[in-house]
């Protein structure tokens, strides 16, 4: 998990992201997304959701394995952050780990 902890906090610090339900589900609509990170804790009906909208635009959903507050601090935010989707990963190598 340290190892996905530290990509998302690059991919945020030095790519493009979208933080929080309402801009990843704008992310995965534009086509933008590349890659979805939900909370395991996440609401059920966020999580369907999401999950239908990336499965119909072939996108990767990872869980993070901890809830809204631990995802927010990855982020660098001082609050709960349900999902984030990765749409330019800048100096992470979370999508190179996709491939694999």
Known sequence: MAD???NIRLAVDSGKTAIGINSVLD?????????????SKSK???LQEIAHLAKVAD???IKFDGDS?????VCGKPYSVA???????????????LDK
């Open 69 to 73: 507050m631990r995802l927010g601090a």
């Open 27 to 39: 992310s995965i609509k534009e086509n933008s997304a590349k890659l979805i990170i939900i909370t």
């Open 4 to 6: 996905l902890t530290n």
């Open 59 to 61: 996108i990767e959903v």
């Open 44 to 46: 059920p009906e966020e």
């Open 83 to 97: 999902a984030i989707s990765i749409i330019e990963a800048g100096n992470s190598e979370i999508l190179n780990k």
